[in-house]
């Protein structure tokens, strides 16, 4: 197979957590990408254009640079996507299907009960002098009970001693806890997991510093 | 192999959208399982007996009478399990890759964008003043995105012609928009959708009306 002639493509934002799970994804599968920026905090995810590519305005969407050119959205259907064309490096799933339950499930406590609840545009909806208590009461709710999920299946990561899906959600929200306010100190092994991936390459990479639309004046 | 010896568990209740998913899915896949109703209108799901079950005091939660008798979480995690498991009777995702990234793309659309921001949890932290207009302003803007990605997807069903996990996701909250009071005609396709669901064996079982818990006095 010749390589292909053109880079995958992700719409992105460097604040945006669901955005830097998919970034993490195209770093550990090793998938060369072109950054198209959609500032949130300028509402460029809110014209009539950019709605055609994601009708919820939200990001991240993502074209692959296989395949049938097909505009994806929803971040962790992108990463079960990137798992299943790339399976052999870098799996992000295990091989027996309760443990792949089990990711999936940790996975999707932090992607469905936590993330949406307090995202920016709920925050917004719900108002400047109500929002962070706002986060602060669904983010503690939420880290609770993931806490207490990956007392049962944690290793050094989120699920055993590999980095897998689980991984690529727990980090970015992490980041949303902190900026919340939250102490996330309080949450020992989430904290513990955190600060171990924070060193690995790939996660470093994808990190809404290192990225090419993160402000200067921030 | 001999049949097992006990019955699936799911922890469920009649008015949940995320337990009704998964009911659809045992009834699709042939599964059958005791029902332990959890009623979330009497708090039955905030005790500390059932959030050592399930962390976040949500429903359903499930035990499959085959595997390791684990406990699982997450509607759409389990939805995954039960079709990796029982792959060959009613598969909930198609082959090609590209077609599976899009029918998770619809199915987490609903499951991740519209039912976590106006579940009953949010709804009550919203205060009752307040609740209605919240739901039905994050019900629409998520049904008008999902009606849009129907545009392109839709056959017969949500994806193409086959039942997918996608249609497990739509109609359940098609029962919470109209309980929001949404004028649900105005999404053509959603509506002929569910429309058509609603006639299906399987979603007729699997249907609140037809829970054991559902009760005399609705």
Redesign the interface.
């Known amino acids: 197979m010749s390589p292909p002639e053109h880079k995958a493509v992700l719409y992105t934002f460097w604040r945006s957590s669901c955005a830097w799970r998919v970034r993490l994804g195209l770093q550990l599968k090793g998938i060369p990408y072109e950054t198209k920026s959609i500032n949130l905090l300028k509402e460029e995810n809110r014209t009539a254009e950019y709605k055609k590519i994601q009708?919820?305005g939200?990001v991240p969407a993502f074209i692959d640079n296989i395949?049938?050119g097909?505009i994806?959205?929803?971040s962790?259907?992108?990463l079960?996507?990137l798992d299943?064309?790339r399976p052999d490096k870098f799996p992000l799933l295990p091989k027996d299907?309760?443990d792949?339950?089990?990711v999936?499930?940790l996975?999707?406590?932090i992607?469905?009960?936590i993330?949406?609840?307090a995202s920016m545009r709920?925050l917004k909806?719900v108002g400047q002098d109500k929002q962070d208590e706002?986060a602060r009461?669904?983010m503690t709710?939420?880290f609770?009970?993931?806490e207490?999920?990956l007392e049962k299946t944690a290793g050094k990561y989120a699920f055993g001693d590999s980095i897998t899906m689980a991984d690529l959600a727990l980090v970015p929200q992490y980041t949303n806890g902190l900026r919340a306010g939250l102490d996330m100190s309080v949450y020992s092994i989430l904290s513990r997991i955190n600060n171990t991936l924070e060193q690995v390459e790939e996660f470093k990479a994808a990190h809404p510093t290192s990225q090419p639309d993160y402000p200067a004046d921030v």
Do not use: C, K
């Open positions: 009708p919820f939200a395949g049938n097909n994806m959205i929803e962790i259907a992108i079960e996507y299943e064309t299907p309760a792949r339950q089990a999936r499930a996975t999707l406590a992607a469905m009960d993330q949406p609840v709920v909806y706002w009461h669904f709710v939420g609770q009970a993931v207490s999920m």
